[in-house]
């Protein structure tokens, strides 16, 4: 007899364990929960701790309540100067009403599927009337800002709040690289055959104006330089005038001196002149015996 209360206190108590756990559930500080019944939504719990439900007939479908990140597909677009790129869109959303979430998407799968969809319809609506250039430079932050509000309005639709948008990358499709750096290489090419030019024209200046001021400074050396010959040979004129004055003989014996060395310099210089040429004065006028 024992025994069988024994056995029948074991069932008891396995039962109790059973309806105990069907009753009780955890709703960690990262999640968020709605209590279901038979596939009906009962009870949203947003707040951690330990809840209740009925056993058996009702059970907790489980929401992260943290911010997610979305990385939606590579989406090519159209901008308004109609170049062609291709966006990858990066974005991070929260659970903001599991109800709505629920009822609308069921499954974080379904979600990111959805919203996927709505980024890059908001981007491309968005981009579209936007310039590369534009994309490229500060005018980014107002893009961005415009396509979050647009997803933003659709989200929270599916209980969704979107809290960043932003582009990972803008790139140029394979095929437009190459033209667009074609490009690129010949506007450099002319700007540096412009500059070239420019440089070949200033250096024409520089070398004209260099020319110009060698003529200008040969002319007044030269200028200068007869005005200090024509000097030079007026003091000579005066020297020796004033030379000659002094002692007239001894200049013509001077002067005759000069005129023997300029003309007896060269071994090979032959003179025909009279015995009596006024040349051989100062010969004529050595003393018979004396040194040569």
Same mark, same amino acid.
């Given at each position: 007899?024992?025994?069988?209360?024994?056995?029948?206190?074991?069932?008891?108590?396995?039962?109790?364990?059973?309806?105990?756990?069907?009753?009780?559930?955890?709703?960690?500080?990262?999640?968020?929960?709605?209590?279901?019944?038979?596939?009906?939504?009962?009870?949203?719990?947003?707040?951690?701790?330990?809840?209740?439900?009925?056993?058996?007939?009702?059970?907790?479908?489980?929401?992260?309540?943290?911010?997610?990140?979305?990385?939606?597909?590579?989406?090519?677009?159209?901008?308004?100067?109609?170049?062609?790129?291709?966006?990858?869109?990066?974005?991070?959303?929260?659970?903001?009403?599991?109800?709505?979430?629920?009822?609308?998407?069921?499954?974080?799968?379904?979600?990111?599927?959805?919203?996927?969809?709505?980024?890059?319809?908001?981007? *491309?609506?968005? /981009?579209? %009337?936007? @310039?590369?250039? #534009? &994309?490229?430079?500060?005018?980014?932050?107002?893009?961005? +800002? !415009?396509?979050?509000?647009?997803?933003?309005?659709?989200?929270?639709?599916?209980?969704?709040?979107?809290?960043?948008?932003?582009?990972? *990358?803008?790139? /140029?499709? %394979?095929? @437009?690289?190459? #033209? &667009?750096?074609?490009?690129?290489?010949?506007?450099?090419? +002319? !700007?540096?055959?412009?500059?070239?030019?420019?440089?070949?024209?200033?250096?024409?200046?520089?070398?004209?104006?260099?020319?110009?001021? *060698?003529?200008?400074?040969?002319?007044?050396?030269?200028?200068?330089?007869?005005?200090?010959?024509?000097?030079?040979?007026?003091?000579?004129?005066?020297?020796?005038?004033?030379?000659?004055?002094?002692?007239?003989?001894?200049?013509?014996?001077?002067?005759?001196?000069?005129?023997?060395?300029?003309?007896?310099?060269?071994?090979?210089?032959?003179?025909?002149?009279?015995?009596?040429?006024?040349?051989?004065?100062?010969?004529?006028?050595?003393?018979?015996?004396?040194?040569?």
């Amino acid at each position: 007899m024992s025994q069988t209360k024994v056995f029948i206190a074991a069932i008891i108590v396995i039962v109790l364990g059973v309806i105990v756990s069907g009753t009780l559930f955890t709703v960690d500080q990262t999640q968020q929960a709605i209590v279901m019944q038979f596939g009906n939504p009962k009870r949203v719990i947003t707040e951690p701790g330990l809840q209740f439900k009925m056993p058996f007939i009702q059970d907790v479908q489980f929401y992260e309540k943290r911010v997610l990140n979305l990385d939606p597909p590579v989406e090519s677009v159209i901008l308004t100067d109609q170049k062609r790129i291709l966006v990858n869109t990066f974005a991070r959303y929260r659970i903001e009403n599991p109800l709505t979430y629920f009822k609308a998407l069921r499954t974080e799968s379904n979600a990111e599927q959805k919203l996927s969809s709505i980024i890059n319809a908001s981007t *491309r609506g968005v /981009l579209g %009337n936007a @310039t590369l250039a #534009s &994309v490229l430079s500060k005018d980014r932050t107002a893009i961005l +800002r !415009e396509i979050r509000q647009k997803v933003n309005a659709e989200a929270i639709k599916f209980g969704i709040a979107i809290l960043d948008v932003r582009l990972r *990358r803008a790139d /140029l499709p %394979n095929e @437009t690289v190459q #033209s &667009v750096y074609e490009r690129m290489k010949s506007e450099r090419e +002319r !700007e540096a055959a412009e500059y070239r030019a420019q440089g070949q024209e200033l250096a024409q200046r520089i070398t004209a104006s260099a020319d110009r001021e *060698r003529t200008v400074i040969i002319a007044e050396a030269t200028r200068e330089a007869e005005i200090l010959r024509g000097q030079g040979e007026a003091t000579r004129t005066t020297i020796l005038s004033d030379a000659y004055g002094q002692d007239a003989e001894f200049f013509n014996f001077y002067r005759s001196m000069q005129a023997y060395e300029a003309s007896l310099a060269n071994d090979s210089t032959f003179l025909v002149l009279s015995p009596d040429s006024e040349f051989f004065d100062f010969f004529k006028s050595v003393a018979p015996g004396s040194e040569n």
